[in-house]
């Protein structure tokens, strides 16, 4: 057993709240009456009020609040096993982590930018399986394909350059890792797409994008920044200074088209430079729609049964009961003792 929202078990301290809150009120009720009345007329007074029914009406209400909070913290058990048949493409995104990828000539900067048109990708990509590798001078898997976007999502939120250990830029690592990441027995119907600034990339990309195409994977490249360039924010706490080479020089990076565009036509793919409205990302999307689709077999979920609605079944008895329980005694005693 699970709960879907445990963040929201502080609502279990209302019970022992109000159980002290109704005992309390009940007991400064009594002390008032006698003070004001004595314990003689204080029996008369309260004579019509049926004390066992007040009792049922004060557990029904702390029943129903603590099935209610029950229900709130929505409670999870038993795993339901469910199959789906999935088609489309694999695609792996590469995402540049260099430092050159926080400059800001394209707003907030590069790197965020790029983080956008990904998110809006995955979202136009719909049923296709997506993953995602990270590089800088090294590589590595963020992502492995999955269908679960918002997981994917997340993981790429929680990147940023400087993660990686060492700077520098190898796209060639990157190609590889992506490559690596699909199924070595059906190398059809993938795609691998790049989002970088192109600079500073050791080794020969456009050979490693030829290669990969040699294997059926098209390799589609997105240019993330503008050809007038922008010096880099260092990588201090406050950003408040910018990146200089050996002599003291402060370093502007500007983007390579041609670099990316040789990528690209070397994975027999294309080119879209990133814009602020996101045309590219559609146009990129139409040209991976142009491919055949396969089917990706079937995918297991488990996922556990939803429960909550037993409690809330209960919260609401119990809090209709209460409603229509009535303390005041019924009229035969008072007329029977009246004539009597």
Wanted: a negative charge; aromatic letters at 6%; charged letters at 25%.
């Amino acid at each position: 057993m699970r709960f879907a929202h445990p963040d929201t078990a502080w609502l279990l301290l209302l019970v022992p709240v109000m159980v002290l809150a109704l005992a309390w009120s009940a007991r400064r009720r009594d002390i008032a009456l006698l003070r004001v009345v004595g314990e003689g007329v204080r029996e008369r007074l309260t004579r019509s009020v049926d004390l066992s029914a007040r009792r049922w009406r004060h557990v029904l209400s702390v029943a129903g609040v603590l099935f209610l909070s029950i229900a709130l913290l929505g409670p999870q058990f038993g795993l339901q096993l469910s199959m789906a048949k999935r088609r489309g493409v694999d695609v792996m995104i590469c995402l540049d982590l260099s430092r050159s990828m926080l400059a800001q000539d394209i707003r907030p900067n590069r790197l965020d930018h790029a983080r956008y048109a990904i998110s809006e990708l995955v979202d136009g990509l719909g049923s296709d399986r997506v993953g995602l590798v990270v590089y800088a001078a090294h590589a590595f898997v963020q992502c492995p394909l999955t269908l679960d976007a918002g997981a994917l999502r997340l993981l790429l939120g929680s990147v940023s350059a400087g993660d990686l250990p060492s700077q520098g830029t190898s796209l060639v690592k990157a190609l590889h890792i992506a490559g690596e990441s699909f199924n070595e027995d059906d190398q059809q119907y993938k795609v691998v797409v790049v989002f970088s600034d192109g600079e500073d990339h050791v080794g020969d990309a456009a050979a490693a994008a030829a290669e990969l195409a040699s294997a059926g994977v098209r390799i589609f490249t997105v240019g993330v920044g503008t050809e007038a360039g922008e010096l880099i924010p260092s990588l201090s706490e406050d950003g408040s200074d910018y990146h200089k080479d050996r002599s003291g020089n402060y370093v502007k990076t500007r983007l390579d088209e041609g670099m990316l565009r040789d990528i690209a036509r070397s994975g027999e793919g294309a080119y879209f430079r990133s814009t602020l409205e996101g045309s590219e990302i559609v146009s990129l999307l139409d040209r991976i729609d142009e491919l055949d689709e396969k089917e990706l077999g079937e995918e297991s979920f488990r996922a556990y049964e939803e429960r909550f609605q037993w409690p809330l079944i209960l919260a609401l008895i119990c809090l209709l009961a209460e409603t229509a329980i009535s303390e005041r005694q019924g009229q035969r005693r008072e007329w029977k003792g009246r004539f009597a």
